[in-house]
């Protein structure tokens, strides 16, 4: 995310590092750093001006401080002020009613429908349903794309065949939720290639007719200012409740994400990371300014994990660590959630330190180690993997022989199963939280 933006960034701060005291002159030097990354990321050009002059003020009155070194002072004094410009933020969908109705808007190509969809799958996670409204009637396939992503997330769809009239559509479909017990109402409502003053018409009628909790504009984070742009123009026409920004996952340059929310006055709710059902994340500001600073994102990675990996899984085998009874089988299945493709670098992308690491990892080979791992653990008897303390150098020649390895690979294995199960064993979640921000783990 933003790869170029935190380069120039910490390529700026770091120009201050070793020079003993902050002068007017190397802060000068380090701030116009600072503002060419944020011009070059494509930040609207009166953001950038306000965030300076805030930078810039900070900066100076901090000057005295002598025990920090001048690079961490202006990172401290960036990380402030990014907060101030993202937020504030609150990424609850408050869903406090009996039928809440969510409207959401946005140009064509936006990921309005994909995000429709993660919308109700998150809900749906809260223990709420959630209904997906057809009202797009302009796109032929917008219907038919609805309903395949109200089916991916177990999602209940409303259309109307035939329909022309959206407004009616979005009426029939909040009387049909009140009927039929669901919670939240989700309303795709029709975009356009470019905003237009039909499609403003009809949005603004829905919004009057129907009157929606809450409204939010779904933006393309790739298309930059255009996309404050537009975000402007929906304002203006239906005061939006939240903005919630796609495609963050490519090679967005962070400009609209930086921009919105100072130009707009509209808060960012959630962001998109991925065009799969599970790539939406809730937005605070503290963890972005932490992101794009490489500072890492400790407790973004911590949720990711509580929601990737099998929380049944993860529980049987915290269960058989604690009663000394976790087998090779039990660390071949966790190795399997650990392992899948792409979910590593997401991860070690959010670490401290770790980003560039994260680059590296793009060209390993994840399923071909898995491979290897599982080859050399389905080698074993059962009585290996129950009781690996049984596995004698000969028996380590055999299972290596069997798996196409090495007996050094096999011993490795050990090893980390070792490390894990007396690592982890007794270990409550918030203890090996403590163990990762530690660095222990
Ligand atoms: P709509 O016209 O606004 O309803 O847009 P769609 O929901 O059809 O999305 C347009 C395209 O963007 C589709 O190919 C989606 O898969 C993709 N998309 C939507 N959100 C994201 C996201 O957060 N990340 C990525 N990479 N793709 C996205």
Request: with cysteine; proline share 3%; net charge negative.
């Amino acid at each position: 995310m933003f790869a170029s933006l935190q380069d120039n960034l910490r390529t700026a701060l770091k120009s201050l590092r070793g020079k003993g005291k902050l002068t007017d002159a190397n802060m000068r030097d380090g701030l116009r750093m600072v503002e060419e990354a944020m011009i070059e990321a494509d930040v609207a050009y009166p953001v950038v001006q306000d965030f300076m002059a805030r930078v810039s003020e900070e900066a100076m009155g901090q000057k005295v401080l002598k025990s920090l070194n001048p690079d961490q002072q202006l990172v401290g004094v960036v990380h402030e002020q990014l907060i101030q410009l993202l937020g504030p933020v609150d990424p609850s969908l408050h869903l406090e009613k009996d039928v809440t109705v969510l409207m959401m808007c946005g140009l064509q190509g936006a990921g309005k429908t994909t995000t429709c969809g993660k919308l109700a799958r998150l809900i749906g996670t809260e223990g709420k349903k959630a209904l997906l409204v057809a009202a797009d009637l302009q796109r032929p396939a917008a219907v038919q794309q609805l309903h395949v992503v109200g089916e991916s997330v177990g999602a209940k769809v409303y259309s109307e065949e035939n329909a022309s009239d959206p407004i009616a559509v979005c009426q029939n479909a909040v009387k049909f939720a009140r009927e039929n017990g669901i919670n939240v109402v989700i309303l795709d409502t029709a975009g356009r290639l470019a905003i237009d003053e039909e499609l403003m018409e009809q949005l603004k009628t829905i919004d009057r007719k129907i009157g929606p909790d809450q409204c939010f504009l779904v933006v393309d984070g790739m298309t930059g200012q255009d996309a404050v742009n537009s975000a402007k123009a929906f304002n203006d026409a239906l005061e939006l409740d939240g903005v919630i920004m796609t495609k963050l996952d490519g090679d967005a340059r962070g400009g609209a994400l930086l921009s919105v929310k100072h130009v707009t006055g509209v808060p960012i709710k959630f962001i998109g990371i991925s065009e799969h059902m599970d790539g939406l994340e809730p937005f605070y500001a503290d963890r972005m300014a932490g992101r794009i600073l490489g500072m890492g994102d400790v407790l973004s990675m911590v949720e990711m994990a509580q929601r990737e990996f099998d929380q049944d899984e993860a529980m049987k085998a915290q269960k058989a660590l604690e009663a000394g009874s976790f087998t090779l089988d039990d660390f071949k299945r966790q190795l399997e959630q650990i392992m899948r493709p792409g979910l590593m670098k997401k991860m070690l992308g959010m670490m401290p330190g770790f980003g560039d690491m994260a680059n590296m990892l793009q060209n390993t080979d994840h399923e071909k180690d898995m491979r290897r791992l599982r080859g050399i653990i389905d080698s074993m008897t059962r009585e290996e993997r129950r009781t690996p303390k049984v596995i004698t150098p000969t028996r380590r020649q055999r299972i290596a022989a069997g798996s196409g390895t090495s007996p050094q690979e096999v011993n490795e294995l050990l090893k980390q199963f070792d490390a894990m199960s007396s690592m982890m064993k007794g270990a409550s979640p918030s203890e090996l939280i403590g163990k990762m921000q530690r660095g222990d783990l």
